[in-house]
């Protein structure tokens, strides 16, 4: 297990995410990232078939859906999505949301790695929204 070290910012998905906590820290135990979405932004929908997956919503407001169940979540709120559940989220409002992701065990930092382009190597700028397709 490795010591502290700085956090890591990446674009992803058209969301800016720093890598707070990577599995190689934990022994695999969980990884933390996280997620500053643009306004208007929308996870497409999906099912993490390895890891559970949980954030609290630092800042902004989202509303998602895991199964046939409906959420919304304002600064402070807890939303748990575990494994084998079909879920997804959008930022609702005209402001950004910024979340804390947590996944159980870790490895989804490195899939935010190798699918994102580390800051410095695109171009600058604020993430843009992605098109709206799910949470309705």
Do not use: N, Y
Not at 106 to 126: H, K, Y
């Amino acid at each position: 297990m490795t010591g502290l070290r700085p956090a890591t910012a990446i674009w992803f998905s058209g969301t800016l995410a720093t890598i707070r906590g990577t599995s190689e820290q934990t022994d695999g135990r969980l990884a933390v990232v996280e997620f500053l979405c643009p306004a208007g932004f929308a996870t497409p929908r999906h099912v993490h078939r390895v890891e559970d997956e949980a954030f609290v919503v630092l800042e902004g407001s989202v509303a998602g859906f895991r199964g046939d169940e409906a959420w919304s979540a304002d600064p402070g709120s807890f939303v748990w999505l575990p494994r084998d559940v079909a879920h997804g989220f959008e930022v609702v409002g005209r402001d950004p949301a910024r979340l804390l992701a947590i996944t159980l065990p870790g490895g989804f930092d490195r899939f935010v790695t190798d699918a994102g382009d580390e800051l410095g190597r695109q171009s600058t700028g604020a993430p843009q929204p992605t098109e709206r397709t799910l949470c309705t």
